[in-house]
C-alpha cells in the first residue's frame, strides 16, 4: 500500500530521503515473532543487534520515539515496529485492514 505523505509528517524528525517510511508484514502469530526477534537479540552485545524493537530501544531519543508513534497510529493493524541496522523500519502484525 503506498500511502500519500506530507512534509508535517516528518515534524520532529529528519526525513529519511526517497525511500518506503516502513515495510510491513503480516504473519501467523504477532506474538510468537516477537518472541523469536528479542531471542536472536539475546544473542548480541548491546547495540550490536541486527535489528532493535521500537519499543525498548532508544527510549531516550526523542527522534525514534515520534516516529514509533507514527507508525504505530499509522498503522493500528501493525503489533510490532523495529528497525534495522540501517534504518529500515519494519512493521509486523497479525490483522489486516479487515480485522480492525
Not at 517510511?21 to 531471542?39: N, P, S, T, W, Y
Not at 544473542?43 to 532493535?52: I, K, R, V
Request: aromatic residues 12%; negative net charge.
Amino acid at each position: 500500500m503506498l500511502i500519500p505523505w506530507s512534509i508535517h509528517d516528518y515534524d520532529g524528525i529528519a526525513v529519511t530521503g526517497r525511500v518506503p517510511d516502513h515495510l510491513g508484514f503480516k504473519v501467523r502469530d504477532a506474538v510468537q515473532m516477537q518472541v523469536e526477534i528479542e531471542d536472536v537479540e539475546s544473542h548480541y552485545s548491546p547495540g550490536q543487534q541486527p535489528f532493535w524493537l521500537l519499543t525498548k530501544v532508544n527510549s531516550e531519543n526523542p527522534e525514534t520515539q515520534i516516529r514509533f508513534e507514527r507508525l504505530d497510529k499509522s498503522c493500528p493493524m501493525s503489533s510490532y515496529q523495529f528497525t534495522d541496522k540501517d534504518g529500515v523500519y519494519v512493521l509486523i502484525g497479525d490483522k489486516t485492514f479487515k480485522d480492525l
